[in-house]
């Protein structure tokens, strides 16, 4: 066994300085210590570039950070009983920012820390993983960034909320003009050994009114991602996801938008793509919309969001706005995007489990400036493996 001397936390992405690493060293099991918790990691090979080096874990490309520490953690706790509570409720009622927890070239990690005192649960979840087992990582926001000043984060108090929802929030602040990838993205990383089932997200938005004046965009509001274990590596996750959309094809009008796609090798693949039409107006609503899909600005309003990739073989697909059904669909169907058609619709495309869970995000290339900043809050976000009792009207058989 071979040792590296180096603190590791456990990223998406990971970056070794130059220095650090002896790229004549290939292959093995290795032990990485020297103040951190002792940690194996099967590394097939380096690849050595001018600032860095590559490390493919596992035949996935990782770049690992030398200055974060994985925290030794306890055992993991047991994910909650199916219809005993979410695997993670956040009021921001009792929990605080540990903003740069752990941070990398060009990005960090922000951790939501304390115990909520609305759901009860204490953050971060870690080790605990959402379909049992050990969570793969902390359970935290990734800030990736062009510039640190990109996009600001902090939890306010706003009073204009609806009654009964927490009026603890977290704002998000877009400040500098989009460079890809700039985002700050909340992941959850469940245990890829363990079986996996449906995923449903609830959360409270205020979306700040001129969104309309900031061009074509696309915003990424959830999402869940595999590990592309089987078709290339981690640059090829498939994804599932919901997110809002403004453009020529859409009439200049922003729409939400459902959406199945991917990457094979490489190779982008669209599988699914519904966009909700949000009055008679703007048009008759897709297959498997049902009721028109508002989207609501400078106020507050409920999204809900569910999914399972195979429910005995077949994927569904779900989401409600205030309370109404707005989407349900499920199962393979044709579809044709940029002159190439798929036949998976909403099943699962590759037998690769989800590795990351996206609940609440502030990523989107919309239109912002120092001088025009643009700002998003979210509070009372719920993360469940099954139907919350209180869930809007969706099909008996989505489970």
Not at 6 to 13: D, E, I
Not at 246 to 254: D, F, G, L, P, R
């Amino acid at each position: 066994m071979k040792h590296l001397s180096m603190c590791v936390a456990l990223l998406t992405f990971w970056t070794f300085p130059a220095h650090a690493l002896n790229s004549a060293d290939v292959g093995g099991t290795y032990l990485v210590e020297d103040g951190c918790p002792s940690l194996e990691r099967s590394i097939s090979r380096f690849e050595q570039t001018s600032q860095d080096t590559v490390l493919k874990l596992d035949g996935t490309p990782s770049r690992i950070s030398s200055n974060i520490c994985e925290s030794a953690p306890a055992a993991p706790a047991p994910a909650p009983v199916p219809g005993s509570g979410p695997f993670l409720g956040l009021s921001f009622q009792g929990l605080s920012l540990n903003i740069g927890a752990r941070t990398y070239n060009g990005g960090g990690w922000t951790d939501v820390v304390g115990t909520d005192l609305v759901y009860g649960n204490t953050s971060p979840r870690y080790p605990t993983g959402i379909w049992g087992g050990k969570a793969r990582a902390i359970d935290s926001l990734q800030m990736i960034w062009n510039s640190p000043s990109d996009v600001t984060r902090q939890i306010v108090t706003d009073n204009s909320v609806p009654a009964g929802v927490s009026n603890k929030v977290f704002r998000s602040t877009f400040v500098m003009p989009y460079v890809a990838p700039t985002q700050d993205s909340f992941q959850i990383f469940p245990d890829v050994s363990q079986p996996q089932g449906m995923l449903y997200i609830s959360k409270w938005m205020w979306l700040q009114p001129d969104l309309a004046s900031r061009g074509g965009f696309w915003f990424m509001f959830m999402e869940t991602k595999t590990n592309g274990a089987s078709v290339g590596g981690g640059d090829n996750p498939e994804r599932f996801g919901i997110g809002l959309v403004m453009a020529a094809w859409t009439k200049k009008q922003i729409i939400w938008q459902v959406s199945h796609d991917g990457w094979i090798n490489g190779v982008y693949k669209s599988y699914a793509l519904a966009l909700l039409s949000p009055s008679s107006f703007f048009g008759s609503m897709v297959a498997g919309q049902t009721n028109y899909a508002p989207v609501p600005l400078g106020q507050w309003f409920h999204i809900e969001f569910a999914l399972n990739r195979s429910m005995n073989g077949t994927g569904w697909i779900w989401a409600a706005i205030n309370g109404v059904q707005v989407f349900a669909q499920s199962g393979a169907f044709n579809f044709t995007w940029n002159g190439v058609t798929q036949s998976v619709g909403w099943n699962k495309a590759t037998p690769d489990p989800i590795d990351r869970i996206f609940p609440f995000a502030a990523y989107s290339n919309l239109t912002r400036s120092p001088t025009n900043p643009y700002s998003i809050e979210q509070t009372n976000i719920e993360v469940w493996t099954d139907w919350p009792s209180n869930a809007s009207p969706h099909p008996a058989g989505f489970n």
